[in-house]
């Protein structure tokens, strides 16, 4: 079973950057579909941003759309997003997975997930 860890979450003003990293282990990461999402306490956790295997294909969610970018780096088995232009309603815990396909991570319902970065954008 591949194992994720999420880093990069932090503290920021409105209209700044972060960089969120997700590093994987245990499974052939070359192969994996990976996808970002973000929880708020009281709401579901929603899909952000994912991103095939070969870099084939990206999908975003419309609220993150020209914002964030999501990319890999298969040598160091690693997902990031790059988020731009912060708003406060980014604010949330922010959290990787694998899903089969893209549609699979659009639907963000998965059993296991990792421990998050925490993101607050402050105004």
């Known amino acids: 079973q591949v194992q994720l860890v999420e880093s990069g979450g932090g503290l920021v003003q409105v209209g700044g950057s972060l960089r969120l990293s997700c590093v994987a282990s245990?499974?052939?990461?070359?192969?994996?579909?990976m996808g970002w999402f973000r929880q708020t306490p009281g709401k579901e956790r929603e899909f952000v941003a994912a991103i095939s295997w070969a870099e084939s294909v990206t999908a975003y969610a419309d609220s993150v759309q020209g914002r964030f970018t999501i990319s890999r780096d298969d040598a160091k088995d690693t997902v990031y997003l790059q988020m731009n232009s912060l708003k406060p309603e980014d604010t949330a815990v922010y959290y990787c997975?694998?899903?089969?396909?893209?549609?699979?991570?659009?639907?963000?319902?998965?059993?296991?997930w990792g421990q998050g970065t925490q993101v607050i954008v402050s105004s």
């Open positions: 997975n694998v899903g089969s396909s893209i549609a699979r991570l659009r639907a963000a319902k998965f059993d296991t």
């Open positions: 245990g499974g052939s990461f070359t192969w994996l579909n």
